[in-house]
């Protein structure tokens, strides 16, 4: 098996995929950076000019939109919401637009897992650093918590006509659970614009495949293994995909510790915590989800990872969605239909048993 390992494994933030498996013909890429993460494109077919005014047109479609979507830009859309007043009209580019109506969308259908209004406190818990560094000297205190908690709601966020409106200063934006899931669905569109029949799309832990490899085959799909300090597997299994996208979300690459414990960046919009910190317990240390929209596929992934593997699999069922859950005690779930191969150092769980019924 050809694995394209050292090239994934050397991302910076995140690398929670890497490909396997490939035919002889594929075309690989460097990467370039956009949204703190490396887009890899791989084409698999023969007209290489189309390949390249795609790439082309990618590139300019994913630096554009960064430099409005991204929270960590001074000048970008989303900076300027943020820094809005209460009752400020901030107009928006029709992605941005997008972003926001998609993600109270997620809100609504994740019950509140999924948050976009969490700026505040990914800054308080050292996350929101734009050159990338995490972490903090000390805890916040539980009141710090509370107060930035109660502007962490996307009711206090109207839009209208292209624009947006919040209700208090202190509401804050960030679309980092659905940002890179949205442009890879832009970049599916692309390419399929240029007559692409078979690509693979890898942004940081997200994957978005357009068809089958060229021999007819399902694309393999690497997930990483959440404890592969601790097994020291690389990869948690392969998963055999076509046609659609899948997320990884994982509290492995982004946290730091302290006294022991593990702070992830992905938060808990009821507590205010890092999931499984405080009164967090989701116990879910990977959450993977297929979907045919990869923005849905990124913001179910987080979102699972909040709510905790029965709730995960309600939410999931609930929107005909499939995954995998990956919980802290080295047992794995799998909701729905997922070609799953290769596990080693995790148990299946079943979850009659797993929840006691
Ligand atoms: P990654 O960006 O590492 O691939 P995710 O897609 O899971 O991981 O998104 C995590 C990011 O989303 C965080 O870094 C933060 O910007 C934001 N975020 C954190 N918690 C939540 C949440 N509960 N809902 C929505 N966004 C969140
Ligand atoms: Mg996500």
Redesign the pocket.
């Known amino acids: 098996m050809l694995k394209t390992l050292s090239s994934k494994i050397a991302l910076p933030?995140?690398a929670?995929m890497f490909f396997f498996a490939f035919s002889a013909c594929q075309v690989e890429d460097e990467g370039q950076f956009f949204l703190n993460s490396r887009l890899e494109i791989k084409f698999f077919g023969a007209n290489r000019e189309a390949e390249r005014l795609c790439r082309q047109e990618i590139t300019r479609f994913l630096e554009e939109f960064e430099q409005k979507a991204s929270a960590h830009l001074e000048d970008s859309e989303v900076s300027k919401f943020n820094k809005a007043k209460a009752g400020e009209r901030v107009q928006l580019s029709e992605r941005v637009y997008k972003l926001f109506e998609l993600s109270m969308e997620y809100y609504q259908k994740t019950g509140g897992?999924?948050?976009?209004c969490?700026y505040g406190l990914?800054k308080l818990w050292g996350?929101m650093e734009s050159d990338g560094i995490y972490g903090i000297e000390e805890l916040p205190s539980q009141q710090q918590v509370e107060q930035l908690l109660s502007y962490a709601d996307p009711s206090l966020i109207e839009l209208s006509d292209g624009a947006a409106v919040k209700f208090h200063d202190a509401v804050k934006v960030?679309f980092?659970?659905v940002a890179?899931g949205y442009a890879l669905d832009v970049c599916g569109q692309i390419a399929r614009s240029y007559g692409i029949k078979s690509a693979l799309f890898n942004m940081?832990?997200?994957v978005y495949a357009i068809g089958y490899k060229d021999d007819g085959a399902k694309f393999s799909i690497g997930i990483t293994d959440p404890r592969m300090i601790e097994t020291g597997e690389e990869i948690f299994a392969g998963v055999r995909l076509a046609d659609t996208s899948i997320?990884v979300?994982g509290d492995y690459?982004?946290y730091f510790l302290k006294g022991g414990i593990r702070y992830c960046?992905?938060?808990?919009?009821f507590t205010g915590w890092p999931v499984n910190t405080g009164n967090s317990v989701s116990g879910i240390i990977s959450a993977i989800v297929i979907s045919q929209n990869a923005a849905q596929a990124?913001a179910f992934?987080?979102?699972v990872?909040?709510s905790g593997p029965e709730e995960g699999k309600r939410l999931l069922e609930q929107n005909g969605l499939c995954g995998i859950i990956i919980t802290a005690d080295k047992k794995y779930y799998v909701v729905g239909d997922v070609e799953l191969f290769g596990v080693k150092n995790y148990e299946r769980a079943e979850w009659e048993a797993s929840f006691g019924r």
């Open positions: 933030l995140c929670a897992a999924f948050n976009h969490l990914s996350f960030d980092g659970a890179k940081a832990g997200n997320s979300s690459e982004r960046h992905i938060i808990d919009p990124d992934s987080t979102a990872m909040v």
